[in-house]
T-cell receptor
C-alpha cells in the first residue's frame, strides 16, 4: 500500500456521461498530480494541485477538470466522455512540488 | 509536451542476464528518478538521484546521474522473472518551472 488511495478501482460508463475520480494523498503530502495512461502509452501529465491551488497544467482536455479540497483530497471530473478517454488514471502525491511522487494504484476507466 | 528519450523501448531477456536502459534529454535536470510499473498498478519509485555523477544502488538495481546532467541510466543485474514490467525514467528540470518530465518507458520481459 503506497498510502495514496484512489477510488473507484474500475469504472465502466457510456459515451457522453460524466464521472468523478477520487484521490486521497499520502498523509503529509500537499501536492496531488493526475496522470492519464492509455494502452501501451506513457504517462501523460494532466494537472497538479498544491495545498488546494492549481499549480501546473499539462495536456488536460477542456472536458476534464479537477480540484483539491481543504482536506487535501482531490477529484478529477471527466465529462462528455468519448471512447478515447478509456485509460488508466493515476493520482500521485508528494510533499512539495520538487520531489519524487508516490502513485496510487489507479482507476481504470472504460467508456463503451 | 516535453518528454525524455528513453531506450530501449522494449527488451526481452533470459533470466539471469543483466539489463541496461537509459534516458537522455536536451535539457539539464537536477533530479533523476526511476520508476517501475507492474501490470495494472501504479509506478513505484525505485531510485532517486540528486547530484551529477551520483551512482546509487537498490539491491540488484544501480542507477547513475550523468555528469552532463542530461542523461541517466539504470542497470539491473542477474534479472529474475519478477523484474518484468515497465521502467520509467523521470527528470525534474532545473528551471523555475519545476515539472517532472517522463520518458515513455522501457518494457522488460524476462524468460525464465
Amino acid at each position: 500500500d503506497s498510502g495514496v488511495t484512489q477510488t473507484p478501482k474500475h469504472l465502466i460508463t457510456a459515451t457522453g456521461q460524466r464521472v468523478t475520480l477520487r484521490c486521497s494523498p499520502r498523509s503529509g503530502d500537499l501536492s496531488v498530480y493526475w496522470y492519464q495512461q492509455s494502452l501501451d502509452q506513457g504517462l501523460q501529465f494532466l494537472i497538479q494541485y498544491y495545498n488546494g491551488e492549481e499549480r501546473a497544467k499539462g495536456n488536460i482536455l477542456e472536458r476534464f477538470s479537477a480540484q483539491q479540497f481543504p482536506d487535501l483530497h482531490s477529484e478529477l471530473n471527466l465529462s462528455s466522455l468519448e471512447l478515447g478517454d478509456s485509460a488508466l488514471y493515476f493520482c500521485a502525491s508528494s510533499v512539495g512540488t520538487g520531489s519524487g511522487y508516490t502513485f496510487g494504484s489507479g482507476t481504470r476507466l472504460t467508456v463503451v | 509536451g516535453q518528454q525524455l528519450n528513453q531506450s530501449p523501448q522494449s527488451m526481452f531477456i533470459q533470466e539471469g542476464e543483466d539489463v541496461s536502459m537509459n534516458c537522455t534529454s536536451s535539457s539539464i535536470f537536477n533530479t533523476w528518478l526511476w520508476y517501475k510499473q507492474d501490470p495494472g498498478e501504479g509506478p513505484v519509485l525505485l531510485i532517486a538521484l540528486y547530484k551529477a555523477g551520483e551512482l546509487t544502488s537498490n539491491g540488484r538495481l544501480t542507477a547513475q546521474f550523468g555528469i552532463t546532467r542530461k542523461d541517466s541510466f539504470l542497470n539491473i543485474s542477474a534479472s529474475i522473472p519478477s523484474d518484468v514490467g515497465i521502467y520509467f525514467c523521470a527528470g525534474l528540470n532545473a528551471g523555475n518551472n519545476r515539472k517532472l518530465i517522463w520518458g515513455l518507458g522501457t518494457s522488460l520481459a524476462v524468460n525464465p
